[in-house]
């Protein structure tokens, strides 16, 4: 082995990685360019014997990182290792597959037994992907996702990736998470996470988007820990405004995805002075039970002609991050609410800024500190119930193109209910026509069915704006005696009245 390989240090927690239908495969693509890029993998057709290998340190800024989180070691020949993505393909659609397996960069990296599909088509439904044409293909992945547990040394987690509208990416990643997490929670607690290509407002190709999307949300709300927003409208917004693409193409709006995913996991695959994972992401992103949908925002985002004109500093980097036109799928965070129309105003519950790049944990501590503190810009979109909600991470690693620093910024926002109350209401608009409930019904998905995914995205919806509403000051200002005086208007239920008993 050559001495750039024996020097790459291993850090032992895998993840692995599961993309499914047409839109979770091609974001996952650009994902695995992405990693290759970052973690000097070789894409290039140059010398067929060197694909798949490490580039040499030279070729790399910034360091290789934890190769071994998201790749498994392949055969070696010539004193050069191959590496091969820890990822599991699926569609109902082998077209749609093969033109992945075809990509002239990264296609041939994948193993070929990873690649995971028939041609027997969802037809765009949710319940002809679960019942009747998923279950042979999930047993197939079930199979791969075992024998990859068990070469794993510590699993932090499963990451899926596909679309909340068409049938394959909802019925079938429906079905793997139900049968993956059963297998799982015995194995190990891995946290499931899932990136999810919302309905976009206005923009709609698959007719049976509201029922689809119901019934996934469902499923992510029941199976999965953490999932991550986004839609094709707010990333297409991003690329025309930030990015100043006229005619933004999927494969920009799929690589700012890949950038979310890659800022998420950054920190588990570069060490650096502020060190995390998986796991203490779940912990500070999810303050409470089922609530565990979360909107991204990142910086820098900005086209090479205006990029000269900015420093990444922290502060620019913040700005930028907490923007709500960077926000990766439609709401607005920063509503400041409209008493009179009984619009809530908005509430970062928790969030998550993973950095990566040279920078020193007081700056971002400072920066961080900032944003929350009384009287700032942002203070009032802060509960004061949850002091120091926002969690950080700094790592380094080499960065897309010519950026030398970066932020994802990953949130627990109530604003996030607005996603939900979108498809809500195209439900109810499909519904009161019945229009469609027969291809559910023929496949197994009874009416009831599908009444009760619409009341659990109601549920979710309802939890957030609750939230939402809580008041912030549970106590007076510091009146200076020995007891804290309870505000009564901050009590909103008998769970918060028995908290101030015992406080009294
Ligand atoms: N961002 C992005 N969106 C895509 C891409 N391809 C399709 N979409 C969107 O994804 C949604 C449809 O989901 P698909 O992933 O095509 O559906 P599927 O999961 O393959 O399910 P089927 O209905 O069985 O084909 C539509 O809203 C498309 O606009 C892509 O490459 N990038
Ligand atoms: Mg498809």
Redesign the pocket.
């Known amino acids: 082995m050559d001495l750039h390989e024996t020097k790459f240090a291993k850090s032992g927690r895998e993840i692995i990685h599961i993309q ?5 495969n ?2 996952g693509n650009q994902f695995w360019q992405l990693m290759c890029e970052e973690h000097g993998v070789n894409t290039d057709n140059k010398d067929e014997n060197m694909k798949g290998c490490l580039v040499h340190d030279g070729c790399l800024s910034g360091p290789r990182g934890y190769i071994d989180v998201f790749f498994n070691e392949g055969k070696s020949t010539d004193k050069k290792v191959r590496y091969v993505p820890r990822a599991i393909l699926l ?3 082998m077209g ?1 597959l093969a033109s992945i397996a075809e990509d002239v960069r990264v296609g041939d990296i994948y193993r070929p037994e990873d690649i995971i599909g028939n041609d027997e ?2 037809g ?1 439904c949710y319940a002809k ?1 679960f019942h009747t044409e998923g279950p042979d293909l999930a047993d197939r992945c079930l199979e791969m996702v075992r024998k990859e547990v068990e070469k794993c040394n510590c699993l932090q987690g499963v990451q899926f990736c ?2 909340a ?5 909802t019925g079938l990643t429906g079905l793997l998470l139900k049968t993956l997490r059963d297998y799982l929670d015995k194995q190990s607690r891995a946290v499931m996470q899932s990136f999810v ?1 919302a ?2 407002p206005g ?4 007719v049976l988007e509201p029922y689809n999307a119901c019934l996934c949300y469902q499923d992510l709300l029941e199976y999965t820990d953490q999932v991550f927003l986004f839609d ?1 409208k707010a ?1 297409g917004e991003i690329c025309q405004r930030a990015l100043e693409k006229d005619m933004p193409k ?1 494969l920009d ?2 690589s700012i995805i890949a950038r979310c995913m890659s800022g998420i996991t950054s920190c588990l695959r570069y060490t650096g002075p502020l060190n995390a994972d998986l796991r203490k992401l779940q912990t500070n992103l999810v303050p409470f039970k089922n609530a565990h949908f979360l909107i991204n925002g990142l910086a820098p985002l900005n086209s090479k002609a205006s990029g000269k004109y900015r420093r990444a500093t922290v502060l620019d980097l913040s700005q930028q991050m907490l923007s709500k036109d960077n926000v990766t799928v439609k709401c607005d965070p920063l509503n400041p609410g409209d008493e009179f129309h009984g619009m809530q105003k908005a509430r970062f519950l928790a969030s998550w800024t993973s950095w990566k790049g040279k920078f020193q944990t007081k700056e971002v501590d400072k920066a961080m500190h900032e944003i929350q503190k009384d009287g700032s810009r942002f203070d009032k979109f802060f509960p004061d119930w949850i002091p120091n909600c926002i969690a950080s991470s700094i790592s380094g690693g080499k960065q897309k193109q010519d950026i030398e620093r970066s932020v994802v910024f990953a949130t627990n926002n109530t604003a996030v209910h607005e996603v939900f109350d979108r498809s809500i209401k195209s439900w109810d608009s499909m519904y009161k026509s019945k229009a469609y409930v027969h291809v559910f019904e023929q496949d197994g998905i009874s009416v009831q069915d599908l009444m009760e995914s619409r009341n659990i995205v109601q549920y979710i919806s309802d939890a957030y704006t609750e939230f939402a509403r809580w008041e912030d000051k549970f106590f007076e200002e510091m009146s200076g005696g020995p007891k804290p005086v309870i505000r009564e208007r901050a009590i909103d239920n008998d769970e918060q009245r028995n908290i101030a008993q015992e406080l009294k």
Do not use: E, R, Y
């Open positions: 499914v239908g047409k839109a979770g091609a974001i569609d109902t659609n749609d088509s969802s765009n992907a596909h679309s509208s068409g049938g394959t990416g290509l309905p976009a923009i709609s190709d698959v094709n990333l999927m709006l799929n």
